[in-house]
């Protein structure tokens, strides 16, 4: 049995979390992304009745990886974490998830954008191509 292909675009949603989720879930203790209030509104988003995630089989399908990022507010910015001006290093989590390239992402997008956290909200969309049985 050869694999066909299917058209998809990836979802990857930077994701604030607090410390505590971090170690947790470094020390392997997935179900910490649960109670992370951030992360939560935007799995909330992600298992929805929407295309996000949805293998037809399985729905809600997504990939969530703990990390750091880092950033420097500018003068005008009201970031969520840290000070105007000055390096800050962030606990994350990179959400990533599917949709078929042909469905209404629109509003599952402007929910993730209205749910997340940030004052810019790094969400990113990339054009891929999924293996199918």
């Known amino acids: 049995m050869s694999a066909s292909r299917r058209r998809a675009v990836a979802v990857k949603i930077h994701c604030p979390i607090s410390a505590l989720t971090l170690t947790a879930l470094l020390n392997g ?3 910490a ?3 992370d209030p951030a992360a939560a509104a935007m799995l909330a988003v ?3 009745d ?3 995630g949805d293998f037809k089989l399985y729905n ?3 990939e969530i990886s703990p990390g750091w990022e880092s950033f420097q507010p500018g003068p005008d910015a009201k970031p969520t974490m840290g ?3 000055e390096r800050a290093l962030s606990p994350t989590a990179i959400i990533t998830t599917y949709a078929d390239a042909d469905a209404d992402l ?3 997008l402007d929910a993730l954008i209205a749910a997340h956290p940030w004052e810019i909200p790094v969400i990113e969309l990339s054009e891929v191509q999924l293996l199918v049985r």
């Open 46 to 48: 992600i298992r929805a």
């Open 33 to 35: 992304i649960e109670r």
């Open 29 to 31: 203790e997935g179900d």
């Open 106 to 108: 629109a509003p599952a």
């Open 60 to 62: 809600g399908v997504c």
């Open 50 to 52: 929407n295309p996000l």
């Open 83 to 85: 000070s105007a001006g």
